[in-house]
């Protein structure tokens, strides 16, 4: 009976030296906790892909915005006076 009660007195030491990762098992201030949960919840691994793909599309859709885009030929349709269409750059008054 003594050596049962030995080994459990050694999975109890064990026990009570394991400490919770993190700040979790800190003693912290509910102020603390409420201003800063990302280091208190527990990682939601969905999530976070969910949140990088959409960080990259927007990211993808910004850069597609900047390549397509017409403004910077700085042109516009022009009508003459006999009714013609034609391209024309945009000029400053002041060049």
Partial sequence: MPST????????SAEQGYRTPGLRSATTTTLFRAVNPELFIKPNKPMMAFGLVTITLCVGYLGYLHAVKENDQQLYEAV???????MRRKTSKWD
């Fill in 80 to 86: 003459d006076g006999e009714g013609e269409r034609y």
């Fill in 5 to 12: 009660e030995a080994g459990k007195g050694k999975e109890a």
